[in-house]
């Protein structure tokens, strides 16, 4: 199976756009550098998938329903031309919970309480099954993404689906990485957030990295 994982392109929030609006997370966009750079990320992958050989007639898109991943996922495919595009909850980004759409530095004075047990919950347990107020850890994502591991697994086996682009968020795309090659919870500590519209790809049973980290300016 070969697959390539795509972190969505800059977003309102990633620029820090969002913390006065308060978006709820589905609904966060991405800026019009975050277009350009999933357009012409678009252009580099498929001129990647032509000259290594990779099949696109019968490949598909899964993208998380949120709304920057959506965009991104069009943009990209406005040059790789995939008809067969679908969507899949447990691709979303880790839920923030009570520090949702708030800016770090916010968390400890509007939530004085939720957030000393989150830090006593990091300290005794790591960061990895700390979970948020009201929200997820990444032990939580990488429960769901294993349900999602599942669906490509069947069709590859009934179907024969066994290209796939994946559209998804930072700690979704390494709790995928952890869960499909086995690593460990002291691998995803140290793996770092992949940067807006890096692609990471797997073919079979090897992981070859972000293939590419220079992404382009608008």
């Known amino acids: 199976m070969h697959i390539f994982l795509i972190r969505h392109g800059e977003s309102v929030a990633n620029i820090g756009d969002n913390y006065e609006r308060r978006l ?47 965009q991104t996922s069009e943009e990209f495919n406005k040059s790789l031309g995939i008809t067969d595009i679908r969507e899949d909850i447990t691709l979303i980004e880790q839920q923030f919970g009570l520090f949702d759409s708030l800016p770090e530095t916010e968390w400890a004075s509007r939530f004085e309480v939720e957030y000393d047990e989150y830090l006593r919950q990091i300290q005794n347990q790591g960061k990895f099954y700390a979970r948020m107020p009201l929200g997820e850890s990444p032990f939580d994502v990488a429960i769901r993404i294993h349900q999602f591991m599942g669906t490509i697994y069947r069709d590859y ?62």
């Open 24 to 70: 709820p997370d589905h609904l966060v966009s991405l800026t019009e550098r975050g277009k350009m750079q999933a357009y012409l990320q678009g252009q580099w992958l498929r001129a990647y998938c032509d000259e290594h050989g990779v099949d696109l007639s019968g490949a598909r898109i899964w993208r998380s329903p949120y709304l920057r991943t959506r």
């Open 157 to 218: 086996h009934e179907h024969g689906v066994d290209t796939l682009f994946v559209f998804t968020h930072g700690t979704t795309l390494r709790t995928f990485l952890m869960r499909w090659f086995h690593y460990s919870p002291e691998w995803y500590q140290a793996e770092k957030n992949p940067r807006n519209c890096w692609i990471r790809e797997i073919d079979g049973h090897e992981d070859k990295g972000y293939i590419n980290k220079d992404v382009p300016s608008a």
